[in-house]
């Protein structure tokens, strides 16, 4: 499967983004589907985790309460809402399908990247 993420650019800090990831060349499996992020010089962290029904959504704990995942199974689409951006979420957003249906917030559990997407905060 082939995801291509979405959607990032820049934004001042307070504002809002939606990002995108679409799978091509299957429809989503029933594994968990996530978003990851890469700061400069970091390593990628886990920021979003949601199971195939979406019943079961996990955040990092920098992201809860402002940050929303969701998923259509039939669009092949997951996006992840982001509200009240600020500075430190600067970075290239990676969305992943997991190895598993169990919620997994480490990046050796997942098997399929999308190619990354950048979103800039500005202060």
């Known amino acids: 499967v082939q995801l291509q993420a979405s959607g990032g650019g820049l934004v001042q800090a307070g504002g809002s983004l939606r990002l995108s990831c679409a799978a091509s060349g299957r429809t989503f499996s029933s594994n968990v589907m996530g978003w990851f992020r890469q700061a400069s010089d970091k390593e990628r962290v886990f920021v979003a985790a949601i199971s195939w029904s979406g019943s079961a959504r996990y955040y990092a704990d920098s992201v809860k309460g402002r940050f929303t995942i969701s998923r259509d199974n039939a669009k092949n689409t997951m996006d992840l809402q982001m509200n009240s951006l600020k500075p430190e979420d600067t970075a290239v957003y990676y969305c992943?399908?997991?190895?598993?249906?169990?919620?997994?917030?480490?990046?050796?559990?997942?098997?399929?990247w999308g190619q990354g997407t950048l979103v800039t905060v500005s202060s």
């Open positions: 992943a399908e997991a190895y598993t249906s169990a919620l997994i917030t480490t990046t050796r559990g997942y098997q399929y």
